[in-house]
């Protein structure tokens, strides 16, 4: 949605880009999202650290870490995915459809660099084309990172990349809402989104935009591969329960929007898609457990 360019590509347009409003800051209290110490906190802010919980240990060499990614509980049931306002429905968030998913566990933050440098370390992952810094800016969200190393991120540590049902569910919860919040517009007190910071925070900065499962920084901060290939048309076709995307495509779907996304990027529907060999900086990912 909105005017922008990303990757080189032109996304869909609009007449204006709407930024996030308010006081650009984040929110007092967060915890360590690890016992290896947490990130500054932002532009506008005075937290120390992200949150998240604790991150994996060292592992053996190729081995998946002694501590998952802190998670949390998405309760099975019956939503509606898509887009169900009258306004920015664009075709591929169409028709809004009732899904029905089993429990699951999603990590509550974006994956850090300092997690996903644990990976690296133990020479399973492969390190980002930028913007990567685990020692300087340990909390913030890994990016520049292709579909492939994000999923081979959350296989090491016994998971899988979110469905894009599963991440809608995550953000959504069962009442309809927009966004993660609820309904209310993005302001930068709830999400580091256009007009709000220049580049990421530490993960868990916007307590206040919790999802109803708690999860956190599921809009803005920045984009998040899920597992699906994208299909234009998939919303249109047959569901069934814990539905899994198309069976083959060209690129692969990202959700919740980053720093720089005007508001409508933050529908809990926004669906974006890129080849899944684009690195970018505004584009990590986060995981959902083994067998979920």
Wanted: aromatic share 8%.
């Amino acid at each position: 949605m909105g005017i922008r360019l990303k990757g080189g590509l032109l996304a869909v347009p609009l007449l204006t880009l709407v930024g996030c409003t308010g006081i650009s800051g984040i929110d007092d209290y967060v915890f360590d999202i690890d016992d290896a110490g947490a990130g500054t906190g932002g532009t506008g802010g005075n937290a120390t650290g992200g949150a998240g919980g604790h991150t994996g240990g060292t592992g053996g060499s190729g081995g998946s870490p002694d501590t998952p990614p802190l998670t949390v509980l998405v309760a099975g049931g019956t939503f509606t995915m898509g887009c169900t306002t009258s306004l920015l429905c664009e075709t591929d968030h169409q028709p809004a459809h009732e899904v029905t998913l089993g429990a699951f566990e999603i990590t509550k933050t974006e994956i850090t660099q300092h997690q996903y440098d644990l990976c690296v370390e133990a020479t399973v992952c492969s390190p980002p084309s930028g913007a990567y810094d685990p020692d300087g800016t340990p909390q913030h969200p890994v990016v520049n990172v292709s579909w492939t190393q994000a999923d081979t991120y959350c296989s090491w540590v016994t998971g899988r990349l979110p469905t894009e049902a599963q991440w809608e569910r995550a953000a959504r919860g069962a009442d309809g809402r927009n966004y993660p919040w609820g309904n209310n517009s993005p302001v930068c007190e709830l999400a580091n989104c256009l007009d709000c910071n220049s580049s990421t925070q530490p993960v868990g900065s916007y307590l206040s935009g919790a999802s109803p499962y708690d999860a956190l920084d599921m809009g803005g901060n920045v984009w998040e591969w899920v597992n699906d290939w994208y299909g234009h048309d998939y919303y249109s076709t047959t569901q069934v329960p814990d539905p899994q995307g198309p069976a083959t495509g060209t690129s692969r779907v990202f959700r919740g929007g980053a720093y720089d996304s005007p508001a409508d990027d933050l529908y809990v529907f926004e669906r974006e898609k890129w080849p899944p060999s684009t690195q970018e900086p505004v584009l990590g990912f986060r995981c959902v457990l083994a067998g979920q």
